[in-house]
C-alpha cells in the first residue's frame, strides 16, 4: 500500500495540470506516493499531451464531464494509499509542504484532513484556506456582509475564521477541495465526496461529515499557489446556478431539522443572493452590448524576467514574439536569494496602476522559494509567474504564453 495517493480533476488546463505536476515530483522525491490525473472530458487534448511527459502518472480519461466530487472518487475507489490528496490542477506546491502535511497527520492521530496556506498570485493568502461551516447564522452574517465588514469577529467572520493566526496550525471546520488531505480509514468510515454535489460544495460537506465522525480539521501555514478557478468562468450562468445549487444541497441535507422559520429565511436568502448575481450578469452584458463601456485602454503589463543566463535568452525571444514590455535579469536561488524583493523597477512601480508580473525561472528557483518570496513581500500589483525553460512556457493566472 502507497503512503499517499494524489488525485487532479482536469477539465481544458492542461498547462496548468503539467506545472502542479512538476511541482509534485520535486515534492515527492522521497515518498513512496502515486499521482492520478482524471480527465473530465476535456476537449484540448489533454490526456495525450501529460502522459507524453508524465509516465509515471495513472491517467483516467473520462468520456464525459463527471463533475469533481465523482471524478475524485473514482481514482479514490481505484487506488489503495494510507492517505489521499485532493489537489486542484490550477496549484502548485512548495517541495516540503507533502511531506510535512503528513508528518503532521502521522503524529496527530485524531486529525481526519489537512489543508494548507493557498497564496493568490500577489503572494496575499486566500481567505478560503479557512473557513467554517456554513450554519444558517454563519451564512447569514456572510450573506448580509457581516463577515466581510468584521472579518476578524469571532462571531461574524466565522465563515472565513479571520481571527486565526496565518503562521500557526490551527484547527478549523471547512477544509479546501483545492488541498484536502485525508486519511483514507477517515474516508471509508464517513463516506467519500457527495456526487450529488457536481462542482462547489463537496469539500464543505465532506469537512462537516468528518467532523460528526469524531475527527479534527486542520489548517497548517504549509504554502501553496492557487489560481483559483482557471477552469470556470465565473461570470457565467452555470457557475452562478452550480454555486447556489450546492448551496441549497448542503442546507437541505445537514439542516433540514430546523424550525420552518429559521430554514425558510435561509433558503429565501440564497435564492435572492443567485438571482442577484444573475441579474448584474445579464445587466454588465447588456451595458457592453450597447456600448456603455469605458473606452480607457487598459495599460499592458510589465513583465520582469528573472532566471538563468540561458533562459533569460528564451524569454527575451518570447517577449520580441508576443510584444511584451519586458526587463530581464540573470540569476538564481544562490545568486539572488531576495529575488524580486529590493529590485529598482519594482520599487519604482510599486505606485504605479500598472500591473507586474515577476516571472520566475522554475529551473533556477524552486517552487517554495518562489512562494516565500511572495508571501513575505505582497503587493497587489505585482503578481506572480513562472517561465520553464524546457518547455518555453510561460504561465501566469490569466495566460499561458509559448
Known amino acids: 500500500m502507497k503512503k499517499l495517493v494524489i488525485v487532479i480533476v482536469s477539465y481544458n488546463v492542461k498547462r496548468y495540470v503539467e506545472q ?34 508524465f ?22 475507489h481505484q ?17 516540503h509542504v507533502i511531506e510535512e502535511a503528513l ?18 498570485t500577489d503572494g496575499t493568502c486566500a481567505m478560503e484556506s479557512r473557513r467554517g461551516l456554513p450554519s444558517p447564522m454563519v451564512s447569514l452574517y456572510k450573506m448580509t456582509g457581516l463577515c466581510k465588514h468584521f472579518p476578524n469577529s469571532r462571531r461574524f467572520g466565522q465563515y472565513y475564521m479571520g481571527y486565526l493566526p496565518w503562521d500557526k496550525p490551527a484547527q478549523i471546520e471547512v477544509i479546501s477541495g483545492a488541498f484536502m488531505m485525508i486519511r483514507r480509514s477517515v474516508i471509508e468510515k464517513v463516506g467519500l465526496l457527495d456526487e450529488d454535489y457536481f462542482m462547489y460544495g463537496e469539500d464543505i460537506d465532506l469537512s462537516y ?11 497548517l501555514p504549509l504554502n501553496i499557489l492557487h489560481y483559483k478557478g482557471e477552469s470556470t468562468q ?60 469605458s473606452r480607457k485602454r487598459k495599460r499592458d503589463p510589465l513583465y520582469v524576467f528573472i532566471g538563468s543566463e540561458k533562459c533569460v535568452q528564451m524569454c527575451r525571444k518570447l517577449s520580441r514574439n508576443t510584444g511584451l514590455d519586458a526587463q530581464f535579469f540573470i540569476g538564481d536561488e544562490k ?10 523597477i519594482l520599487e519604482q512601480m510599486k505606485n504605479s496602476p500598472m500591473s507586474v508580473y515577476v516571472v520566475y525561472d522554475i529551473d ?23 517561465f520553464n525553460p524546457r518547455t518555453h512556457t510561460l504561465i501566469t493566472a490569466e495566460e499561458v504564453l509559448l
Open 209 to 219: 461529515r468528518i467532523l460528526k465522525g469524531g475527527y479534527e480539521n486542520w489548517y
Open 20 to 53: 502542479c505536476l512538476i511541482s509534485l515530483y520535486r515534492a515527492l522525491e522521497n515518498i513512496d506516493a502515486e499521482i492520478y490525473v482524471v480527465d473530465n472530458h476535456s476537449k484540448d487534448n489533454s490526456v495525450e499531451f501529460l502522459r507524453k511527459r
Open 79 to 95: 487506488s489503495e494509499s494510507e492517505y489521499v490528496l485532493l489537489l486542484n490542477p490550477d496549484t502548485f506546491v512548495g517541495e
Open 234 to 293: 465565473k461570470s457565467s450562468f452555470r457557475y452562478v446556478h452550480v454555486f447556489y445549487d450546492a448551496m441549497l444541497i448542503f442546507f437541505s441535507k445537514h439542516y433540514s431539522h430546523l424550525s420552518f422559520l429559521l430554514s425558510i429565511p435561509i433558503k429565501f436568502a440564497i435564492y435572492v443572493k443567485a438571482a442577484a448575481a444573475l441579474v448584474k450578469m445579464q445587466m454588465e452584458r447588456m451595458r457592453k452590448s450597447l456600448g456603455f463601456v
Open 55 to 76: 509516465n509515471r502518472v495513472n491517467f483516467v480519461r473520462s468520456i464525459h464531464n463527471l463533475g469533481f466530487a465523482r471524478a475524485n472518487n473514482i481514482a479514490i
Open 335 to 344: 545568486s539572488m536569494p531576495d529575488g524580486h524583493v529590493g529590485l529598482d
Open 364 to 386: 533556477s528557483f524552486s517552487f517554495e522559494h518562489i512562494l516565500d518570496l511572495f508571501s513575505q513581500n505582497p503587493h497587489p500589483n505585482i503578481l506572480m509567474g513562472t
Open 103 to 120: 508528518s503532521f497527520l502521522d503524529t496527530h492521530p485524531k486529525v481526519g484532513a489537512v489543508g494548507a496556506r493557498m497564496l493568490r
